[in-house]
């Protein structure tokens, strides 16, 4: 019984900066209707900005999720200016390659300024748990899961709070509904606030995980599991659907072997589509919006 809840904390802390790393991919889905196939190699490319900045400056790394946010966000902006909007407005297949494209192009210039060696973020406290009657609780997981509770909070109360995140919630429901009762919001913001969640999860992800330029091609497989287990566009769905993979990598890596855990994602993605192609809140979320 210790091993199996053992194993379940481990899931959960997890599955708290999973939730986070793939909440920007839902959010740009949910306004943009574009799979944002960059998100991992922004994820990565935030990550080694901590790597740099820890090594340079001897800061908790975690405490850098307050300068790669920001940065992030500026290069969701410009981003979304250079590459997505006019392949969007030309044809929803072309934002896909182009996101790809993008992905390609963000490991190649991290592997020219970085190299092709792993890295990883080593604080004190790396190394380190808690023990709470008999049950481990490793630091850094503790640390970078209730960061993540607390950006996804923000970000939760940003869109549910302020103005631009009504809007940008009404923009995600129908885009010509929200023009037509005169909310106006530039799509720009949902891909800015995308990827600077992205910023915050690959601070995180860096001191929880070793990781190199090719490390992107698995955040983008995990990424979209989340989302279409959760429900495409759906914030509350991606929470609970990161942490339903979590937890099932957990006890497969426990229960089963470590090496099919790697697989726990994508046989999510297989039976999410045969069993409820919507995901776990896609249908509830449509309901909702359409009685609003």
């Not at 960061?147 to 940003?158: N, Q, S």
């Not at 090719?214 to 599991?225: F, K, M, V």
């Amino acid at each position: 019984m210790s091993e199996l809840l053992q194993t379940l904390i481990l899931g959960l802390l997890i599955g708290g900066v999973y939730a986070l790393a793939a909440s920007g991919m839902t959010l740009i889905f949910g306004v943009m209707k574009v799979v944002n196939l960059a998100q991992g190699g922004m994820l990565i490319l935030s990550a080694y900005l901590t790597y740099t900045l820890w090594e340079a400056t001897g800061l908790d790394p975690l405490l850098l999720v307050f300068i790669t946010t920001p940065c992030l966000l500026v290069v969701g902006w410009v981003t979304y200016y250079v590459f997505i909007e006019r392949s969007r407005t030309t044809d929803p297949s072309m934002a896909l390659v182009t996101t790809f494209g993008l992905t390609l192009v963000i490991k190649g210039v991290i592997a020219l300024i970085w190299g092709n060696e792993p890295k990883s973020v080593t604080p004190d406290y790396a190394n380190r748990s808690f023990s709470v009657l008999g049950l481990r609780f490793p630091q850094a997981q503790v640390y970078a899961c209730l960061v993540a509770a607390l950006v996804l909070t923000g970000l939760y109360l940003l869109l549910r709070r302020t103005w631009l995140g009504r809007s940008i919630q009404a923009t995600a429901s129908s885009a010509e509904g929200a023009r037509l009762i005169g909310i106006e919001v530039r799509t720009v913001w949902a891909a800015a606030l995308g990827v600077a969640a992205a910023g915050a999860g690959g601070t995180l992800l860096s001191v929880l995980y070793p990781f190199m330029p090719s490390s992107a091609d698995h955040w983008i497989g995990l990424g979209l599991s989340i989302i279409v287990l959760g429900g495409m566009g759906s914030l509350a769905g991606s929470v609970l659907g990161a942490l339903a993979i979590a937890l099932a990598e957990s006890l497969t890596s426990t229960y089963i072997a470590p090496d099919w855990a790697a697989g726990v994602p994508y046989l999510a993605i297989i039976v999410v589509l045969v069993v409820r192609p919507q995901g776990l809140l896609g249908a509830r979320l449509r309901e909702d919006m359409s009685r609003a």
